[in-house]
């Protein structure tokens, strides 16, 4: 699977490239009681119809990909680094052993490691890889252009992210649930807790779309929807408005689309009206 660009440096140093690595001695047998799941892995729910799938390619093909694990403080005990999905495998197909690389790993490694894992192979929910930016931020001290380098995102990217975590508790279980997605949630930001979980209710209700919901939440603070710009007329237009114009001594509005249009001609006393009809009907007196 082709990984995706700037993410994953540091999993590319942990995780053989190739077969190559796998002959060179650096793959271990280790018990799988003895692999310890990842504390600070973000992600929180793994779909059971996947992992049951797993197992069973396991029990049939073994496990082609190595676990990578580091050292726990106890002596033959390991910490998980990446490979959460295929651990919770190897324990519903009641493997004994896995092979794993084992690898040195700081916290902050450990967290970045499983989260750039996620990104690349299964993507997180968008409050879970809230939690993990949250976690990286606050733990490691990283500003969000840090964060953004290490997962190859936009500082942007990881700032609106991050701003779910202060949505409305309704907001975020919705998210959670897929009720809504984070284009929906992103644009309910603005508003109180309050105002939230009763637009929330609205958008489930009528199954509004993002921009249906961004422009609900204009209307309640008051804001127009800015309507589109219009198209420029072409210059043949612009000529024909100008031939009536210098025709007929008068302001002209010439509306035109493939479908027709209009011409508006505009008069400003009872004297330029009757003039003009006399001359658009060539009744000359």
Not at 41 to 61: G, K, M, N, V, Y
Not at 142 to 165: D, M, P
């Amino acid at each position: 699977m082709a990984r995706k660009s700037g993410l994953g440096k540091g999993l590319d140093a942990l995780i053989p490239p190739s077969e190559s690595a796998l002959s060179a001695g650096s793959v271990k047998q280790v018990p799988v009681i003895n692999i310890t799941p990842n504390p600070l892995q973000p992600r929180t729910i793994f779909a059971e119809e996947e992992i049951a799938d797993l197992a069973a390619s396991i029990l049939e093909h073994g496990v082609i990909q190595p676990l990578v694990v580091t050292h726990a403080e106890n002596p033959g005990k390991y910490v998980l680094i990446a490979g959460e999905r295929r651990l919770q495998a190897c324990q519903q197909a009641n493997l004994e052993q896995v092979p794993v690389i084992i690898r040195e790993a700081s916290g902050q490694q450990l967290l970045e490691l499983a989260l750039v894992e996620n990104l690349q192979r299964t993507d997180l929910s968008p409050l879970e890889a809230a939690g993990a930016y949250k976690e990286l931020s606050n733990s490691f001290n990283l500003s969000h252009e840090e964060i953004a380098a290490k997962v190859g995102k936009s500082r942007v990217s990881i700032t609106n992210t991050l701003g779910l975590l202060s949505l409305s508790i309704a907001v975020k279980k919705a998210l959670a649930e897929a009720e809504i997605s984070e284009g929906h949630a992103r644009a309910l930001k603005p508003l109180s807790s309050q105002s939230q979980s009763a637009v929330l209710q609205t958008i489930i209700k009528r199954g509004l779309n993002v921009r249906q919901t961004e422009d609900l939440i204009r209307k309640l603070k008051g804001k127009k929807t800015p309507s589109k710009p219009k198209a420029k007329p072409s210059p043949e237009i612009l000529e024909l408005e100008n031939r009536l114009r210098e025709s007929l001594g008068t302001k002209i509005g010439l509306s035109h689309s493939p479908k027709g249009g209009k011409i508006v001609i505009h008069y400003y006393s009872d004297e330029e009206l009757n003039a003009l009809v006399d001359r658009l009907l060539g009744d000359t007196g």
